[in-house]
Structures are given as structure tokens and as C-alpha cells.
């Protein structure tokens, strides 16, 4: 393991709209594995399942703000012309060009519950866009007396770009909940043309047991047509709802599909305990009834276990934790040692995550940008850069290429 010192920054001029930083930047700042746990007592299921070794990589990354003044953005994917499309949570969709330029508002979005970590949130395109048009979002959905639940809607790009066509709620997440917290809504598209949603279990203690009661949607993934009700090919769970793929989960806001084609996620934990999973058809994941960390009060979470028979264990858990947000597999070649590796973005870690990946195991870890924001989002861009979301009231989106 290392300990670099930190990296020197230096500013250069803006370019049009947007600032081009370089950072000679080594991958870790600091010995994240230095930490100490907040759950001591506990040990993990296997070797490398937490404290993976800390990678070598001394890479310099050029940092570039495309885009600033964005409002709590969330979610992002990439038209065919190279531009973005970028949510912001407080309920607008908006299109950034390369140079920086935000469009306005695009009109015609349901109307959204922005309290808390509700929102306009995640955003998703498929490969026949360009004929299309069509795209998909995920949203808070109010549903009266301060409820609200996690929602999927689908609908046309106007031909202006001005505003949504032939607007169509999909899915609507059952039960709903007075709660501002744990929506989940990553949405990842499978190799059969499903769609993946996951949802959180909404936090409080009551809403929380749900996560193992397979007649509810709350901390799950889901497995959805992309027009509507149950995609073909899902598990049959007893007493289960047929959108259900597995359960037992927390808060999934990273979540993309593997260089093996499968589903990977990444939950918040408790206190400790944030979790890498590869989420398999009718499994449970053991939430709350299991889990690593400790709740927020320093207490165990329920019984304080970790492991029990019938539930799955997360391939790899952080403790303390990065909070993620945001996931996608490198395969790009700007980054050459980076193919196949997992990009987690870090909201608490204020950090972009990489985890190198060895049949289906965490071999090794390595952070970027230490203490440069909170990462809301992670994706990679035709040309093979990795772009960020930047959290916060004056959000960015940001473009990361080799320094040469």
C-alpha cells in the first residue's frame, strides 16, 4: 500500500464555457484502508470482501468543467451527437452541448416531489434514439396526503428539443410512503431490451422491513418492460410481485450492466456497510435483517448480523462507507489499464471509486479527485472519457481524460 502525497493543483485559462483544469493527480491522496472501521466487531464473509489492496496508479487526469451551475444534478447519458442529456433534481431536464451552453428547461415532465432526495433523478436512452427519440426518467412522484414513491415515465424529444412527447408513466412503486428519503431509481437497460429500476426501502424503520416483503416494490430491483408492466423472463417469487428481480436491498443508486453482461449495483449501507452486488434473479440480499456497519445511532442494526442462511452476501462492502452514486464498467481505450474495471462515484468519499475486477471478485481499489465534490453520477463517453456528475446547488458536469 501507498501514501502519496497529495497532488499539486494548477488552473489554466477558460476555454469558451468551459474551464480546463489539469491536476498531476495520483490515485489515492491518502491510505483509504488507513480508516478505522465503525463496526470493528465484524469481520467479512471472505478474503477481499472489504479493504481491498490499495492500487498503485499513478495516472495524471486532465479535469474538465463542461458544464457549471447545474441544480442538484442526478442523472446523465449521452445523445448520438456527443451532447448530454442531464437531469436536475429539482424537476428540469436539460440538454449540455460540448462547449458548455445549458439549454432550457425541456417541458412536458410529470411533476415531480423534490423534498429531500426526491426528485427528477435518473435518465436513459437506448441505441435506436435517432429514430425514436424516445427516452426514459425516473422521479419522486407525488401521490397525495405527503406521500410520494419512486416512478418511471417514457416519452419523445420534440423535434425543437423544446419539450416531451406522448408522455406515459410505466411504473409506479407500490406502497407509497410520507418519507423524503431512499427513492434508489438507477435505470440500466438489459441485453434482452428490459429495463432495470431499482428502488429504495424509504428508510424509516416501519417502510424498512419491506425490503423483505416481496408484495411490495420498496428495496428492490425490478425487471420492467420498457413500455410497461413485468418484462418477460423474470423470477417467480411466491406471494411475489412479477416486476420484482431480487430483494433485501437498501438504497441503490449505482447500478450498470458488467463486461459480463450482468447486473451490478451498489447500495448505501447504514453506518458502514455500503454494498457491491451482483444482483441475481429471485435472490435476497438479506436487508434489514442482515447487513455490515451499524446504524447512524452506534448501535447494531436489528440483531447485529452479518450473515444467515438464505441471504446473499455483498461481493464487496466499505466500512466506513463512500455513500455511491453513479456506475459504469470502463471498456473505453483512452484508459487502457482501467477496461473492465467498476467507476463508482462517491458522495461522502467525494471521490471517483475504481475498483479492478478478477472473476467476479475486487482484486483492488483505487480513488480519484479526493475532496474535489460529491460525485452523483458516473459514465463514460463515446470517445472513451469518463464524465461526472458534480452534486450540489452549483453543480458541474465534468469530462476526465489522460493527462498527456
Known sequence: MRNPTMPRLSTLTSLGAAALIFLPLSACAQDFNAAPPHAAGQSPAFEAQTRAPVLADNISLNRQVVASKLESPWGMDQLPDGRWLVTERPGRLRIVAADGT?????????????????????????????????????????????????????????????????????????????????????????????????????????????????????????????????????????????????????????????????????EHGPKGGDELNRPQAGLNYGWPVITYGEDYSGRPMGQGLTKQEGMEQPVYYWDPVIAPSGMVFYDGAMFADWQGSALIG???????????????????????????????????????????????????????????
Open 102 to 266: 445549458l439549454s432550457g428547461a425541456i417541458k412536458g415532465l410529470p411533476e415531480v416531489d423534490a423534498r429531500g432526495q426526491g426528485g427528477l433523478l435518473d435518465v436513459a436512452l437506448r441505441d435506436d434514439f435517432e429514430q425514436t427519440r424516445r427516452l426514459w426518467w425516473s422521479f419522486s412522484e407525488p401521490r397525495g396526503r405527503g406521500t410520494n414513491a419512486t416512478a418511471v415515465a417514457t416519452g419523445l424529444l420534440s423535434a425543437d428539443e423544446q419539450s416531451l412527447e406522448q408522455v406515459e408513466v410505466i411504473f409506479q412503486q407500490q406502497p407509497a410512503w410520507a418519507s423524503t428519503k431512499h427513492f434508489g431509481s438507477r435505470l440500466v437497460f438489459d441485453g434482452q431490451g428490459a429495463l432495470f429500476v431499482t428502488t429504495g426501502e424509504r428508510s424509516n424503520p416501519e417502510p424498512r422491513q419491506l425490503a423483505q416483503d416481496v408484495g411490495t416494490h420498496l428495496g428492490k430491483v425490478l425487471r420492467i418492460d420498457p413500455r410497461g408492466g413485468a418484462a418477460q423472463g423474470n423470477p417467480k417469487i411466491a406471494g411475489g410481485l412479477p416486476e420484482i428481480w431480487s430483494y433485501g436491498h437498501r438504497n441503490m443508486q449505482s447500478a450498470a450492466l458488467g463486461p459480463d453482461g450482468a447486473l451490478w449495483t451498489v
Open 346 to 404: 462517491g458522495l461522502a468519499g467525494q471521490a471517483l471509486v475504481r475498483l479492478e475486477m478478477d472473476d467476479g471478485r475486487v482484486t483492488g481499489e483505487a480513488r480519484y479527485l479526493q475532496g474535489q465534490g460529491r460525485v452523483r453520477d458516473v459514465d463514460q463517453a463515446a470517445d472513451g472519457a469518463v464524465m461526472l456528475l458534480i452534486d450540489g446547488e452549483n453543480g458541474a458536469l465534468v469530462r476526465l481524460t489522460p493527462a498527456s
